[in-house]
């Protein structure tokens, strides 16, 4: 079987700067073609617990945007091969200003940004910024959208379209069924690459939809080794190896 496309999402600086660091290391090791890395934010619409905790967390110590962005240079700078998003939420992109904040971004190394609550056709001029700064803006589809809108979104010409496979928040278990590949095929069928995402945890799930995805997403189940293994950087580093390797199919 080949390997399985991955985009493994971590929040810059949770729990702290030196451990994420080891964690991006840990996810390239096992196997990550994309970094989806987020800059915390303290009213998230669309993550669970697990990821708005540790958000949290980060937001507690003063950590800002410039950090965040600090920290995507220093992972861009140790793997300037590996692609690397910026998943945010619509104020901190919007506050400094769109252009300023792309601008900064791709000086940063950030190559497409990810922001769930700008809607694909009223994005703030997201999508012109990104091109100006060479990145791309990558608009998120939900199930929970009307089969015309969807439509309107699948053939807008997009290169990249980020596909929640349920609706509500991220980070419990989903289940690949018929109508998930369905919805993926409508978010597809204009021409745009799909990354497939929410709730996908293990290795059975990412075979049942690599092949309806450009690179299957995971996040929160990283999200979680790490808050259980944070006073442990050895045995840290390694299950988050272990498990990329699972998702991309390598064990």
């Known amino acids: ?26 996810l390239v090791k096992g196997g990550a073609d994309i970094l989806e890395i987020q800059l915390p934010f303290s009213d998230p619409s669309a993550d669970g617990p697990a990821i708005q905790t540790a958000c949290t967390k980060v937001l507690e110590r003063g950590f800002k945007t410039s950090d965040g962005l600090n920290f995507i ?18 104020s901190l992109i919007y506050t400094p200003g769109v252009d300023n904040f792309c601008k900064r971004a791709s000086e940063a190394g950030v190559k497409g940004m990810i922001i769930p609550d700008f809607p694909f056709d009223f994005d703030e001029g997201l999508t012109a ?9 990558i608009p998120v589809a939900a199930p929970s959208m009307s089969n015309e809108r969807l439509y309107k979104l699948a053939h ?44 996908i945890s293990n290795g059975e799930q990412a075979k049942v939809l690599c092949n309806s995805v450009e690179a299957i997403v995971a996040g929160s189940v990283f999200v979680r080794i790490i808050t259980e293994n944070q006073n442990d950087s050895v045995a840290l580093a390694k299950k988050v190896e272990e498990k990329a390797r699972e998702l991309t199919g390598q064990n």
Do not use: W
């Open 1 to 26: 079987m080949n390997k399985i496309k991955l985009m493994s999402h971590l929040v810059a600086g949770y729990p702290s700067v030196e451990i994420s660091l080891s964690v991006a290391r840990a």
């Open 129 to 137: 910024a990104c091109k100006k700064y060479g990145m791309i803006n």
């Open 73 to 90: 240079s220093q992972v861009h700078k140790e793997f300037p091969d590996v692609t690397i998003y910026l998943m945010s939420y619509g």
């Open 156 to 199: 807008a010409g997009f290169p990249y379209i980020y596909a929640a496979l349920r609706t509500g928040i991220t980070g419990t278990d989903t289940t690949i069924d018929d109508a998930t590949l369905k919805f993926l095929k409508k978010v597809s069928e204009g021409g745009s690459k799909v990354y497939g995402g929410f709730g």
